[in-house]
């Protein structure tokens, strides 16, 4: 089991110039490791969305990279999601699933105890798949396979999809509400848009 | 007049309004339309498995730059409600929608059971105040025009409402 302020700040220590979508929990401590201009808060954007949301990022933006940290809950929200991933998923697309087993924004309740991520991805063909045919899952279970890890798929092409096990001891910030249409205002003017 | 709009005349009209992207969920009614743009070099076509899916993904390729229309049917515009709230209408993201309008050609022959989707569409786009055009025929194909314009305009999504099927 990975601490997940540990994982993404190992992520923010590595990532250059990609763009960073964000859901959930993610949303709370992301920001207390990374303030770039590229990254972006999907909280709120559409349950289970956040990572349909970076494949059409990654479409746009072919020349970099977009990371999308995304719950299992949402995952479960959107399974057809895999399927898109492993048909259009371009190779520039990094999902990196934190899978915690609950719904912890709304207070702990459990997932569905026998969901398989990794293997519902790879029966969805993103292994082989997305549009360059190299996509990729993996799981990482410590920080030390978390940070290899990282270190691969921030060069390698993808699409990948990660399950990365992680539970979380740090206390969390309040949700902050910030207005929906700066977020995008904000990104693309980082993007040159 | 003929009724419904050419697949050709509609592909061509899409890429002269400059859109990069086509996200659709093809139905029986843009069976044509699909199979039109998906032979189209200018256009690159995109199916995910489900609408919320094909609006998150307009929403992401319109936020790095693209141009894209979603292509849906209104039941799936009734799936994907929370995600045309939130990744269209909160964040003032102006996706171009075209809505096959279940249930239209049906009520206009007087078919009963009237197929509940068709009187729920036109209030359900209005509820969400988006601005709707009626595409029924080549002659109201400047409507998907207006449509591009007003989304242009507003930064906020609008919709072309087609009520047959693409021939």
């Known amino acids: ?193 | 007049m003929t009724v419904g709009v050419s697949a050709v005349a509609a592909a061509d009209r899409i890429v002269l309004l400059g859109f990069t992207d086509v996200v659709i969920i093809p139905d029986s009614e843009s069976a044509l339309l699909f199979a039109t743009i998906s032979a189209m070099d200018e256009l690159r076509v995109i199916s995910p498995t489900r609408e919320g899916e094909g609006i998150a993904i307009a929403a992401g390729l319109w936020t790095g730059g693209r141009k894209p229309l979603v292509v849906l049917q209104n039941t799936g515009l009734m799936e994907a409600g929370d995600a045309l709230r939130g990744c269209g209408i909160g964040p003032r993201i102006p996706l171009r929608l075209m809505i096959g309008w279940r249930g239209f050609a049906g009520a206009q022959a007087g078919r009963v059971p009237i197929d509940s989707a068709y009187p729920a569409t036109e209030p359900l786009l209005a509820a969400w105040n988006i601005p709707t055009w009626h595409l029924m025929s080549d002659a109201d194909l400047d409507v998907v025009d207006a449509m591009d314009d007003e989304a242009m305009r507003t930064s906020l999504p609008t919709a072309v409402l087609t009520g047959w099927a693409f021939r």
């Open chain 1, 1 to 193: 089991m990975i601490e997940r302020l540990e994982l993404l700040a190992a992520a923010a220590e590595l990532r250059t110039n990609e763009i960073v979508v964000m859901t959930m929990t993610a949303t709370l401590q992301w920001p207390q490791v990374s303030t770039s201009p590229l990254d972006f808060d999907f909280l709120a954007f559409g349950m289970g969305h956040a990572s349909n949301f970076g494949l059409g990022l990654a479409l746009a933006q072919p020349d970099r990279r977009t990371i999308v940290w995304k719950g299992d809950g949402g995952l479960l929200m959107s399974l057809g999601s895999l399927a898109t991933l492993a048909q259009h998923g371009p190779e520039n697309l990094i999902v990196i699933l934190l899978e915690n087993r609950t719904y912890e924004m709304t207070g702990g309740q459990p997932l569905p105890t026998r969901v398989d991520f990794e293997a519902l991805a790879r029966a969805a063909g993103v292994e082989g798949g997305g549009t360059g045919g190299t996509g990729t899952v993996e799981r990482w279970s410590t920080i030390v396979e978390a940070r290899h890890g990282l270190t691969r798929i921030l060069v390698e092409p993808g699409p990948h999809f990660v399950v990365a096990s992680v539970t979380n001891s740090a206390p969390l910030p309040p949700v902050a509400h910030s207005d929906h249409a700066a977020r995008v205002t904000n990104l693309r003017a980082a993007l040159g848009l």
